[in-house]
């Protein structure tokens, strides 16, 4: 059966084609959907060309700013709106890719992929769907958590940071491009020596990324010492499971996501809160 | 399915169908002829497919044909005429290619490079290729005839 | 994070050819009217440089210009069999056909020469330039094009050459596996300082001095882009590629160039290198083949450099950081 | 980067005045490469170009029950389905053109399949699209069979038939025997007097050549009743040659062009597209193209074999090495291809550059349900030169000498006997040796500078040896040779001549340094007197001790 393909500017129309045929999807950069047909997966059947300027746009808005889930990593990239997402953008594959992969591909991008979703999860942004009456938004973590409800994805919403900040790093294999071992990042606020509030994400290391609320637990509250560090460390595993593949073992991801949480917060130590 | 897409192919308009489906690569080598951008993996792994999308670099496997339609697409055949681009005499001297496979796609990444950064330091150019694979090399030789067209550009 | 520099050294032969003979190649050459030449294999570049090398070898025996060969490739309709590329056997094997079948094409051009000069063909030289002259006299001289030309047009002689060149197989006793490998071998000793992170397994700043004997460098930069890709691959194998992670299970294997890893151009050794020749007896103007032997040092010298960077036994393949992270961890347990 | 001629070494034996030879000229093919107009096999254009995808096995090891091509030949686009019944002789073995081995491998398996992506049934279609749609739309039903992976549980009694030609899942060498053997010396007398004993085991895992360009092929109708082939293949003939054998066609019926390709690595042996890719061609009338995706190459067309060794080193108290013996395993997966030669190749080199005066080796090539495996860069080599060099660095630690000193105590030279019981020549570790030392700043002693390729000879003739009975596999019978291969004594003539049994002098040779030259003279074993001539006596074997190495055998 040949693949369909429908043009569209309705998100409305998209989501619900979207909801109604599993063999429908979106096409965001090409660069998940391409390979898939050029490998016979019979799952697409169907591709959703949609356009609109808001899926492009990268802009500010009330509480934050947001970024269509058609901007390509080097659309971020340009943007100084989202300048928290410069280093996540451009750890994501190599010039070429970044110019095609999306904002909203990387959302549903399978694990080693979905850095710059790891930074947004620490960033504790919004998905901004596309609902019969116009947008709902809703917190990343749950659209992450819930894989099975077809949603079109028209953005994210990433809110003010007030006084926090990213701290992100990715080990990876080959250099400079390579896909995760594991991704960290962890936003910290910091006030009068004492860490106030922790949101950190790892990627790479499970089925896809993930808050570790136990890590975050372990952070808040007193300072940044190297033995918090090490204590949250420890916590990053709980109730998950970390992933092996040809890159990694889980077990070697797990080990190398404590690593480099400790050296990234050990950086972060030192640095202006 | 069929689509009518419309483009300039290295500065040439063209129009033809294509396949639901079908990527640039498929269109540009089967159907225009253009066999200059080549089949390394079809996964956007490997660059050996990197074209230049109204001036982008992108890769033909993973491009829907249609969405180009609109577009300026340029190959590496665009840079070789009617002369020879710099950096293929920069190629040459530096014998960084030997299979050649990964050659097309190579220079069309460090053209675009030098195009918005014409004096990259070693590490912006091994940045700037990081997307194609060379198995021939050990890219040690691509670097340098790289960074020496960056030198003479500048000093031009 | 504790850091660790170690070095690890290694030596290694390599047969050049199947190295049980039985694997002829075959060349055919031939002039058209103006004494330009085509080499016809049916032997495969593929990036190694057979076309190159083997046209440099053919202009050196015929004694004309390089820019008066040139070599066609694998046409089975126009090339004579050859055995393929592979086993390092292209420079040897096909070279060494190369320079029967241009010597026979040369004895044609002298022969036209010397009877457009009236001497004796044995009195003859070629300057590598296009031109024939008398040994000692200079100006009594004709250039290959005329005479390439008075041999097809004046004397009715076919200005071509054809070579093969075979080492016959050999047997293999079944019981003591006595048997004639090869004539000869390339040579390679390699020293790898790299180091190891003692927390997180990886590998780095990995330095490479080597020492390759080669035959004869036909062609140096041919030769430098074997020796340093090869290397490159030889890390590559050494510390990062396989199909089979988990072998000898079949779990977790890799179908992309992203779980495939190679180092990428930001993990390139400093590779510096000495060439050393000694002309192979049997090898075409004593060339050897550099092509497998280039990358199979770098497997165990990472090996040794790891062990004599952290003291662990990694004794298999690919050494990976996990690999080494597993080591260390049962050697801090232990 | 930095290169440098080292062109003060063995300048006597060079002559460098050479016009072209010697020279950096530009590559011959270098403006294709650069303006991407090189001819690579799947630059040619064709009309009414058809392609080929192939259904392949979702198990490691299972038995065909049925094949249901119905829904997938009915589909929009479908041209043709090909299947094992439509390929003429759809068994072969690859280096059957050089009379090695059985035909092993189906093009298309029939009954069952062996290994994870064995093709069963190929489409062939107007688009690639339509031929991976037809693909997913046959209906094959296996009925799994236990596979095994394990090259040391393959050989044990009652381990699954991976391949129904080698029932023992190894194959077998020279008519009777189940692995290739290597004895030179008697290594259990040695180990008993050897100072220090190193033993290791060493492992590797299967490579992909990963050439930029896939393995594919185009072949198209020519004119006259011929067919063109548009191939990467590394071996034009041994393609041309396989292809005529299962198509069964002359030689002359296929025109083969190829010659520019875009990296091999020995991932071009196989000739796994050219044939259904001409039978396609055959049978359609059209333009076929048949080019493998990027994980089909990965995971489907052949690797660098795994290899399995065990090395026992015996060491003198002076660091010379005694004695060493080898046990390999090649992982060759479901089918033969070309691993059996790896290993002959791999005994050929035993026991690396080294001059040892016992050396013993037993290597199986051995059969389980994954990928076929075939050449490599580095064939038959690379596998075992990783486990000799980690062997050299245990044995120089063993001995208390720098690795770099040991290596150059037992680095084989010119006059040397090596275990092939051939004699070194054109030899040049020790100066690559001290070259690379140098480079690298390794400080070594004058005795150790002063040593040369030169100065072999230090073990000459070929010790006493130790043979044991031949393993026979059963389920064989073995193909009688009439006559005595003549190549072993032509070729032994054209052998230097093994230099005087007495050591030459070392220049600047200091006392600290073993005595190489003290292989020679051996002391005579009890039982047996040192043999007189190169080889050593031996009742009159049945047939020939020496084999062509093929293996011309057949099933009972």
């Given at each position: ?61 009330r ?26 953008a451009?750890?994501?594959?190599a ?11 990387n ?20 998905a ?23 949603r ?17 790093t ?5 250099h ?18 004492r ?11 499970a ?14 509250g007193g ?51 | 399915m ?28 089967l ?26 670099l ?15 697409v ?26 050649g ?14 195009d ?41 | ?17 199947m ?32 076309k ?22 694998a ?10 590329s ?9 070279g ?72 016959p ?5 079944v019981?003591?596996?006595e ?21 997180t ?42 199909t ?29 290198i ?22 199979n ?30 080591a ?7 | ?9 063995f ?46 096995s ?13 829904k ?60 991976l ?26 381990a ?15 008519e ?5 053997r290597l ?6 007398a ?10 290791g ?51 002359n ?34 333009p ?34 005694l004695?060493?013996?080898f ?7 479901a ?28 290597i199986?090539?051995?059969f ?56 070194a ?16 700043g ?5 005795e ?13 003739q ?36 093994p ?17 190489r ?20 006596p031996?009742?009159a ?16």
């Open positions: 059966m040949p693949i369909e393909i429908t043009r569209t500017d309705d998100p409305g129309l998209a989501a619900r084609l979207i909801a109604n045929d599993r063999g429908a999807y979106v096409m965001g950069g090409g660069t998940g959907l391409m390979r898939r047909i050029h490998e016979g997966d019979q799952a697409v059947r169907h591709l959703i060309l949609l356009s609109g300027p808001r899926l492009r746009q990268i802009a500010p808005e509480g934050g700013f947001f970024i269509g889930a058609q901007a390509s990593m080097a659309d971020v990239l340009a943007a100084p709106e989202a300048r928290a997402l410069h280093q996540p451009a750890s994501v594959g010039p070429a890719l970044r110019n095609m992969a999306t904002v909203g591909g959302l549903f991008a399978r694990p080693p992929y979905g850095d710059l979703t790891t930074a947004l999860l620490a960033l504790d942004a919004e901004v769907t596309a609902s019969g009456s116009g947008e709902d938004r809703r917190p990343l973590a749950l659209l992450l958590e819930d894989r099975t409800t077809r079109l994805v028209l953005g994210v919403f990433v809110p003010d940071q007030g006084g926090a900040r990213l701290h992100y990715k080990m990876t294999r080959s400079p491009r390579g896909a995760s071992i594991v991704t960290v990042a962890a936003s910290l606020a910091r006030s009068g020596g860490v106030t509030m922790a949101r950190v994400a790892f990627g790479g290391l089925g896809a990324p993930f808050r570790a609320s136990g890590v975050e637990r372990a952070l808040t300072p940044l010492g190297s033995e918090t560090i090490a204590t949250a460390a420890e916590r990053i595993g709980d109730g998950i499971t970390p992933m092996s593949d040809a890159l990694a073992s889980g077990w070697y991801r797990l080990e190398m996501a404590k690593i480099h949480l400790r050296r990234l917060l050990g950086t972060a130590q030192g640095s202006p809160s | 069929t689509t009518p897409v419309h483009f300039t192919h290295n500065g040439r308009p063209v129009s033809l169908f294509t396949e639901a489906g079908e990527s640039l690569l498929s269109l540009l080598r159907k225009l002829g253009d066999q200059t951008p080549k089949y390394g993996c079809g996964q956007g792994g490997c660059g050996a497919c990197s074209v230049r999308i109204d001036g982008q992108r890769l033909a496997c993973l491009t829907l044909a249609e969405t180009v339609d609109g577009a300026e340029e190959t590496v055949a665009a840079l070789s005429a009617p002369n020879l681009d710099p950096l293929q005499e920069a190629f040459m001297d530096h014998f960084a290619a030997q299979c496979y990964c050659t097309p796609g190579m220079i069309v990444a460090a053209r675009t490079l030098l918005t950064n014409p004096r990259p330091s070693r590490d912006e150019v091994i940045e700037a290729i990081s997307g194609n694979l060379c198995r021939c090399t050990g890219y040690e030789p691509i670097i340098d005839a790289i960074l020496a067209v960056a030198a003479q550009e500048v000093s031009a | 994070m504790a850091k660790h520099r170690g070095r690890g050294t290694v030596a290694v032969n390599y047969p050049i050819g190295n049980l003979g039985g694997d002829p190649s075959q060349a055919l050459v031939h002039s058209n009217p103006e004494g330009q030449f085509t080499v016809a294999l049916s032997s495969i570049d593929l990036g190694q440089g057979m190159s090398v083997t046209r440099q070898i053919a202009a050196e025996t015929l004694g004309v210009p390089v820019g008066h060969v040139y070599v066609d490739t046409d089975s309709d126009t090339g004579a069999q050859c055995m393929g592979f086993a390092s056997r292209g420079t040897h094997r096909v060494n056909a190369v320079i029967a079948a241009a010597k026979e094409a040369r004895a044609v051009m002298l022969a036209a020469a010397a009877r457009e000069l009236e001497v004796n063909p044995t009195d003859l030289e070629t300057d590598g330039l296009g031109n024939i002259h008398v040994k000692g006299a200079p100006q009594r001289s004709v250039t290959t094009k005329d005479a390439a030309n008075a041999a097809q047009f004046k004397y009715g002689e076919s200005v071509s050459g054809s070579g093969i060149f075979l080492i197989m050999s047997d293999v006793d019981e003591t596996g048997m004639n490998t090869v004539s000869c071998f390339a040579h390679c000793a390699m020293i790898v300082d790299l180091t190891v992170d003692d927390k397994g990886e590998i780095s700043d990995v330095q490479i001095n080597s020492a390759y004997e080669i035959g004869r460098a036909l062609n140096p930069k041919l030769m430098e882009q074997q020796l340093v890709g090869g290397a490159w691959m030889g890390l590559s194998h050494a510390a990062y590629e396989t089979e992670p988990a072998y000898p299970s079949r779990d977790h294997r890799p179908f992309d160039f992203s779980s495939y890893v190679m180092p990428g151009p930001g993990d390139l050794a400093q590779h510096d000495a060439i050393l020749e000694r002309p192979a007896p049997d090898g075409p103007f004593g060339g050897k083949g550099p092509g497998e032997m280039c990358a040092p770098v497997l165990p010298a990472v090996a040794n450099a790891v062990f004599d960077a952290v003291g662990v036994e990694i004794d298999t393949l690919p050494i990976t950081p996990e690999r080494i992270l597993r260390l961890k049962e050697q801090r347990g232990a | 980067m930095s290169l440098d001629f080292r062109k003060d070494l300048a006597d034996e060079r002559d460098d005045n050479l016009n072209v030879v010697g020279k950096p000229i530009r590559r011959q093919d270098i403006l294709g490469h650069v303006t991407g107009t090189s001819p690579f096999f799947d630059d040619n254009k064709f009309d009414n170009l058809l392609h080929l995808k192939c259904v392949r979702p198990h490691h090891h299972a038995r065909i029950v049925s094949i249901d091509t119905a997938a030949e009915a589909m929009p686009g479908v041209v043709r389905l090909l299947r094992g019944r439509d390929v003429p002789v759809n068994l072969n073995t690859l280096l059957s053109l050089l009379d090695f081995g059985l035909d092993d491998e189906p093009v298309l398996a029939e009954t069952k399949v062996s290994y994870w992506g064995e093709p069963i049934v190929a489409v062939i279609a107007t688009s690639e699209q339509a031929a749609d037809a693909v997913a739309a046959v209906e094959v039903r296996y009925e799994e069979l236990p596979a095994v992976f394990d090259v040391e549980e393959a050989l044990k009694p009652g699954p038939t991976v391949n129904e030609t080698y029932p023992g899942n190894h194959f077998v060498f020279y009777n025997t189940d692995h290739q004895r030179f010396g008697d290594t259990e040695r180990f008993a007097r050897a100072a220090h004993i190193v033993e085991r060493y492992q590797l895992t299967p490579i992909e050549q990963a050439p930029m360009e896939p393995n594919g092929a185009i072949a198209a109708p020519e004119t006259n009743d011929r067919f063109a082939c548009y191939t990467p293949t590394q071996g034009l003939f041994f393609s041309v040659g396989t292809c005529a054998k299962v198509l069964d066609v002359d030689l019926r296929l025109h083969f062009i190829g010659g520019t390709v875009g990296g091999g690595f020995g991932g071009k042996v196989d000739s796994v597209c050219e044939p259904l890719a001409i039978l396609g061609a055959m049978l359609t009338r059209q076929v193209r048949y080019v493998l995706n990027r994980a089909e190459e990965m995971q489907v067309s052949a690797p660098r074999s795994a290899e399995l060794w065990e090395i026992k080193d015996g060491i003198a108290e002076d660091g010379r090495i004695a060493r013996e046990k390999g395993w090649f992982d060759a997966g089918y033969t291809r070309l691993t059996s030669y790896g290993v002959v190749k791999c005994t050929g080199h035993l026991p690396g550059p080294y001059t040892i005066p016992a050396v013993k080796s037993d199986w090539c051995v389980t349900n994954r990928t076929p495996a075939t050449a490599m860069r580095g064939f038959g080599v690379l596998g075992v030169d990783f486990a000799i060099e980690r062997q050299m660095d245990k044995g120089a630690r063993a001995a208390g000498l720098g690795p770099m000193e040991y290596r150059l105590i037992n680095a084989y030279r010119d006059g040397d006997m090596k275990a092939t019981r051939r004699v020549s054109n030899t040049a570790l020790v100066e690559c040796i001290q070259v690379a030392a140098e480079k690298a390794y400080p070594l002693a004058p150790y500078k002063a040593m040369t390729s030169m100065t072999g000879a230090s073990l000459t070929i010790p006493e040896t130790v043979t044991d009975s031949g393993r026979r596999p059963a389920g064989y019978t073995a193909i009688e040779k009439t006559e005595v291969s003549p190549g072993l004594g032509e070729a032994a003539q054209v052998q230097p001549t230099a005087a049994p007495v050591a030459r002098a070392r220049t600047g040779g200091a006392s600290s340094l073993p005595e030259p003290s292989y020679a003279p051996q002391p005579a074993p009890p039982q047996a007197a040192p043999p007189p001539a190169p080889e050593p031996e009742p074997p049945a047939k020939p001790r020496y084999s062509r190495y093929s293996s011309s055998i057949r099933r009972r």
